[in-house]
């Protein structure tokens, strides 16, 4: 029997205002004409957009004449601006520093994803983006690219180039050796071991540097990484599915799961995914990422509020699976992890997803909330939530109400949920936003 958590009424009364349906801002950043070719289908009656991933086009070639900032791009220009001129051509290079560095999708946590472009004469000579940590970063790929072509050349970079020994040495010194003339950087480094220095070592150096060119875009790219670093915990997002008068469903939508899926995404992009089988869906089979190139998430399993753990069937051999419980407990099933905390809470949880050098994590709330319950009340409480994804299925459920769903409405005042964006997924309605 599912759970109802709030009629369709009260779920909405959670939005400070109604919202305008206006099509989803998603990490693919179908905004940017010059770099997408756009497959969203507009529904007229609903004014929604469907998830149809966004393509980018073979045959577009990034030979672009160079001009001065004309009057369109002047405001976007002066605020980008640090003692050089801006060219009206750097917004779309530093977009196709962004496309190119979400290559590395789910790959590089802890690190963050970065793309960089060398530019000359109006045309690219070089490219380059970080695939993982340890590897080099997305300048040394670019710069390798290039070869001389990147004297007196321009430089794109979505982050601030790193100026520490770290597992690589410091991307500032490879600008300066290959004797680039000019620095775009899309975001200062908010890391302290960063922070400014790189900007500083390259101005030192007599290079032009222009800083915060696209910096929203940039920032939503590693929006995760910089939850990371200001906070000290993984960026948290909340993923759960109701029928349309508002009761749990243990499932997701009718080709969520397959390549192009918005959960099949999900999967791409999250480090891990939290989650705890409910007995009464049988047993559990952990779905994989269908992206092409993908890096399965770890899936931590929560035990039953009886300390009981619902074993989950592995389809993918990449795929790790930990048990993280309060209690001893030893489970016979090859490849799977046992892990045993002071307490379960949901710090607790965060705290090991972070020593595991995990950046993000997707907690996937399944039929009814059991061992959820106190966590999701922690979550709320110490503000741990940053995210939301809500599927709504096209299904009447038979569910009853009770003290879960008193809670929620309780709280729903002090629960302030903003950005909303919806977006249509086969024949479910997807709705995202921040807590």
């Not at 695939?131 to 050349?153: C, T």
């Not at 997803?353 to 950046?359: A, E, I, M």
Request: net charge negative; with cysteine; charged share 25%.
């Amino acid at each position: 029997m599912a759970t109802r958590i709030m009629a369709l009424s009260s779920f909405s009364s959670l939005w400070n205002a109604t919202p305008k349906f206006t099509p989803p801002i998603s990490l693919n950043f179908p905004q940017y004409s010059s770099i997408h070719h756009h497959h969203y289908h507009h529904n007229d009656e609903l004014g929604l957009y469907d998830c149809s991933r966004s393509r980018v086009l073979s045959s577009l070639k990034w030979t672009v004449k160079s001009e001065r900032c004309r009057r369109g791009h002047l405001a976007k220009c002066v605020g980008a601006i640090q003692d050089t001129d801006c060219d009206a051509d750097d917004e779309v290079y530093m977009r196709r520093s962004l496309e190119i560095a979400r290559k590395a999708v789910g790959h590089t946590s802890p690190n963050p994803m970065v793309g960089c472009v060398i530019v000359k004469n109006g045309k690219i000579v070089g490219e380059g983006f970080h695939p993982k940590a340890g590897q080099p970063h997305a300048e040394v790929f670019a710069l390798r690219e290039a070869g001389d072509l990147a004297e007196n050349a321009t430089a794109y970079v979505s982050l601030e180039p790193c100026n520490h020994h770290g597992r690589t040495p410091p991307c500032t010194e490879a600008l300066i050796k290959a004797k680039v003339k000019r620095v775009v950087i899309g975001m200062v480094d908010p890391n302290p071991i960063v922070a400014s220095k790189g900007v500083q070592r390259l101005r030192d150096a007599g290079i032009d540097v222009t800083v915060r060119m696209e910096e929203d875009s940039c920032k939503k790219l590693n929006e995760a990484y910089i939850h990371q670093i200001l906070t000290g915990k993984p960026l948290l997002t909340l993923r759960y599915s109701l029928s349309v008068n508002g009761c749990f469903v243990d499932q997701v939508g009718e080709g969520a799961a397959d390549a192009g899926g918005y959960y099949s995404q999900l999967l791409q992009e999250y480090n891990a995914v939290l989650i705890s089988p409910t007995s009464s869906s049988g047993e559990f089979e952990i779905p994989a990422s269908k992206e092409l190139g993908a890096k399965q998430p770890l899936w931590i399993i929560l035990p039953n509020l009886d300390g009981s753990v619902n074993i989950p069937r592995i389809t993918d051999a990449t795929t790790e699976v930990v048990i993280l419980t309060d209690k001893e407990a030893t489970v016979a099933e090859k490849g799977i992890e046992t892990v045993v905390v002071d307490q379960l809470s949901l710090g607790n949880i965060l705290d090991y997803c972070k020593n595991q050098g995990l950046n993000s994590v997707l907690w996937d709330v399944r039929g009814e909330l059991g061992v959820h319950e106190e966590l999701l009340k922690e979550g709320i409480e110490q503000k741990l939530l940053q995210k939301y994804v809500v599927e709504m299925l096209p299904q009447w459920k038979d569910c009853q109400s009770g003290r879960w769903e008193a809670w929620f409405k309780s709280t729903a005042e002090s629960l302030k949920l903003k950005s909303l964006q919806p977006r249509i997924c086969g024949e479910s309605v997807i709705l995202e936003g921040n807590f």
